[in-house]
Nanobody, 125 residues
């Protein structure tokens, strides 16, 4: 079992920045890949970013590439999502999730192992 707790969401103006954190407990954190997803009101949950177990490989959705950065600190069992140049369309609940095996590419939300409860990010125009 893995427990995930997201934090760092809030209200920010367009062009601003936020850093989300996802703290994990349970299984050995460094044994699995991590992903960030988001779900806007009335829309499906979508992939945002992924990082492999060591942090050496990352992958981003086209909509956030160049603006968001995913990273992890295995010593702290935490994964981060640095979000810069935020846009109103980034408004969503952001979730972190685990994946036991991942090498590259978009993560499938239906194949993730564990999920956090999410943190709300609101970007005002």
């Amino acid at each position: 079992q893995v427990q995930l707790v997201e934090s760092g969401g809030g209200l920010v103006q367009a062009g601003g920045s936020l850093r989300l954190s996802c703290a994990a407990s349970g299984r050995t954190f460094s044994s699995y890949a991590m992903g960030w997803f988001r779900q806007a009101p009335g829309k499906e949950r979508e992939f945002v970013a992924a990082i492999n177990w060591s942090g050496s490989t990352t992958y981003y959705a086209d909509s956030v590439k160049g603006r968001f950065t995913i990273s992890r600190d295995n010593a702290k069992s935490t994964v981060y999502l640095q979000m810069n140049s935020l846009k109103p369309e980034d408004t969503a609940v952001y979730y972190c999730a685990t994946k036991s095996r991942w090498y590259s590419g978009v993560l499938d939300k239906d194949k993730m192992d564990y999920w956090g409860k999410g943190t709300l990010v609101t970007v005002s125009s």
